[in-house]
């Protein structure tokens, strides 16, 4: 931090020096932050290390994890005790993805579907009585949310999605389709952006539960990463009012929500990238070939440099995202973070694999793993391209609409 002082003998040249003042940027855990830290990891050796392998080839939600992770607390961790959460920080559940994916990669998605992912959208937004019919399976692992915003049509450009509802009497009737939901095959709840009229402004979110009458969930197609996603498919269906989470005009607040998601997104790609680069340091440490280990040569050492320079850049612009002392996270801050660590987390697996060889190739070692999960995160939650575009209006201070001359004619 830097204070400013005027210097008397140039006060009539109006000139104001900056001179460095008390140090005031801490770039360490504090103690409390650092115990629990320690205490996650711990529980994460104990209790998820053994099954680490199996489950990153496992296309299904790990409730057996869910239901661990909710007996200690980690999930709901930033949630008001009132709604059956923690009461602790956005960064203490940063802390947990990337403690348990240290350990576990894949159960570090139990943790973002529990604390970042639609789930605190809801907990923002949902009435008392929204939150007593769901949050108790929610964050008790019993259950999982899936957001609905992606469709055939609409990626991207999110705002053009065309999945409406219609109201009648008590009840909205809803038709469209959605694609690419993230537990989508698992989840019992899914948070439904839709439109209730034209335009931005007509756009809100209502809550489905599976099994409704016209909600279908499709079959279940794989990314490259194993996970599975289901079409959603809403023909006629009907949903009472009070599932409507925010209304005719509620698109801010949802991407507003979202930002938390992006910075559970951004986590879980540090993280992995760490989780690969960790091992491929391991490995360098004691493969030789050529007589010499490999961590003696110096294009590797190189690349290990750029890695964790990368690893560490972005992990700063995280922290800085996540510390919000109240409410959400700052749009500008998190696209800087999310853009950092994706890129970070995907380049550091992505050499991890190389500088591994053949065993980082292959399945048996999770390096593999973490970079196809990595890759994934540069296009979900607000592509590379998309947050760069964010960025740039801020530095710009300006909009800058991404539609063409055509589009906006028809309207
Ligand atoms: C692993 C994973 C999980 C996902 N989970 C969910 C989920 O839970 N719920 C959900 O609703 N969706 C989910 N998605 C979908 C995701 O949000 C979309 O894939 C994403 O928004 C991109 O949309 P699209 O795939 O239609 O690509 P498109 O929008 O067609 O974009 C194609 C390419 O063009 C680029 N591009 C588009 N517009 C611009 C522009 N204006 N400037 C520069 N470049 C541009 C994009 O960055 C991209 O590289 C997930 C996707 C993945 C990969």
């Keep these: 931090m830097f ?9 009539n040249r109006h000139i104001v020096i900056v001179v460095p003042g008390p140090l005031q940027m801490d770039f360490n855990l504090s103690e409390e932050q650092q115990m629990f830290a320690d205490s996650v990891r711990r529980f994460a050796e104990d209790k998820l290390a053994a099954g680490a392998l199996a489950r990153a080839h496992d296309p299904r939600f790990p409730f057996d994890v869910a239901r661990l992770l909710a007996e200690q607390g980690l999930l709901g961790i930033a949630f008001d005790p009132a709604d059956g959460g923690q009461g602790g920080t956005l960064l203490d559940s940063v802390i947990t993805i990337e403690q348990i994916a240290s350990v576990c990669p894949r159960s570090a998605d139990v943790v973002q579907a529990g604390n970042f992912g639609p789930i605190r959208t809801f907990v923002e937004y949902a009435s008392a009585e929204q939150k007593a019919r769901y949050l108790p399976d929610l964050l008790g692992g019993r259950a999982v949310i ?14 053009e999605m065309k999945t409406a509802a219609k109201a009648d009497g008590d009840h909205y009737v809803i038709d469209g389709s959605k694609v690419f939901g993230t537990h989508s095959p698992d989840a019992n709840l899914f948070l439904v952006y839709l439109r209730f009229g034209p335009g931005v402004g007509g756009i809100g979110s209502v809550l489905v539960e599976r099994g409704t009458p016209g909600f ?5 197609s794989s990314f490259m990463s194993g996970e599975e996603w289901s079409p959603l498919y809403f023909e006629n269906c009907r949903i ?9 005009g509620g698109f801010k607040k949802q991407i507003s929500g979202f930002n938390v998601e992006r910075l ?6 540090l993280a992995l990238g760490r989780y690969a680069f960790n091992l491929a340091r391991e490995h360098a440490l004691v493969r030789r070939q050529f007589g010499r280990l490999l961590c003696e040569f110096q294009g590797l050492q190189w690349k290990f440099a750029d890695m964790a320079t990368k690893l560490d850049s972005a992990q700063l612009l995280l ?3 996540a510390s919000v002392k109240e409410g959400l996270p700052s749009a500008y801050h998190t696209a800087m973070a999310k853009l950092a660590c994706n890129q970070a987390g995907f380049e550091a697996a992505n050499e991890a694999v190389q500088i591994m ?5 292959s399945t048996e070692a999770l390096v593999e793993y973490c970079m196809r999960r990595t890759r994934g995160w540069m296009i979900a939650g607000g592509s590379i391209e998309i947050l760069k575009n ?3 209006e801020d530095v710009f201070e300006r909009r800058f609409d991404q539609r063409g001359v055509q589009v906006r004619a028809a309207e």
């Design 357 to 361: 060889g053949g065993l980082g190739y």
């Design 3 to 11: 204070s400013c002082r005027a210097i008397p003998w140039l006060k």
């Design 240 to 248: 009472h009012k009070s599932n409507v989470l925010l209304g005719p």
């Design 264 to 269: 559970g997104n951004s986590s879980r790609s």
């Design 146 to 159: 899936s957001l609905g915003m992606s469709e055939p049509d609409a990626g991207s450009a999110a705002t």
């Design 390 to 392: 964010r960025i740039a």
């Design 319 to 321: 922290y800085r995202a």
């Design 216 to 220: 279908t969930v499709g079959k279940a």
